[in-house]
């Protein structure tokens, strides 16, 4: 596998990880959490926490580390469909961190302060403007994602349009 095939390979892959649980969260926890008790709210998402504390950035960390190969790999492509699809997906990657390091992440770090016994009286409201937050990123992550499959598909297109160079010598002139 060369350079430029494993960089597209994991950063599909990465970035397709973090779009897919992002919005498993959004379509699934997001609908339970209402339902939960303050106390059982809180409980639930320290636990949750815990284990996306490690996994995410681990996660972001290897979809943009492979998404930044890629683009060194294609960098003298200017004009180039892929080029033009991996930096609108960079563009919406940078996005998705500036949103969870400025919003989620202190939300999360303040969540991590309460006592499930007796949770802040405006835990929900708190707790909303992670959600809403929580929904941009998850349209990012997506569009990151997608932006990465077509940037591929573009590669294919380029590739397939690209005729192979000729080998040996030239055939003698008539």
């Given at each position: 596998m060369t350079p430029l095939a494993a960089a597209r390979f994991a950063a599909v892959l990465f970035?397709?990880?973090v779009a897919g649980i992002f919005l498993g969260d959004r379509m699934g926890a997001t609908f339970a959490r209402p339902a939960l008790s303050p106390?059982?709210?809180v409980t639930f998402q320290q636990i949750q926490h815990v284990h996306f504390l490690t996994m995410m950035p681990i996660l972001i960390?290897?979809?943009v580390v492979s998404?930044?190969?890629w683009l060194l790999l294609i960098r003298s492509r200017l004009g180039s469909a892929e080029l033009l699809f991996l930096a609108l997906a960079a563009a919406a990657c940078a996005a998705?961190?500036?949103v969870t390091r400025t919003v989620n992440v202190p939300i999360n770090d303040r969540l991590m302060t309460w006592n499930p016994a007796s949770p802040p009286a405006d835990v929900r409201e708190i707790w909303a403007r992670w959600e809403q937050t929580h929904?941009?990123?998850t349209v990012l992550a997506a569009?990151?994602?997608l932006l990465e499959i077509l940037a591929?598909?573009?590669s294919r297109k380029d590739a397939a349009a690209t005729p192979e160079p000729l080998s040996g010598p030239p055939a003698p002139m008539p």
């Open positions: 970035s397709g990880l106390s059982s709210f960390g290897a979809a998404l930044a190969a998705v961190i500036v929904t941009v990123r569009a990151a994602f591929f598909g573009a």
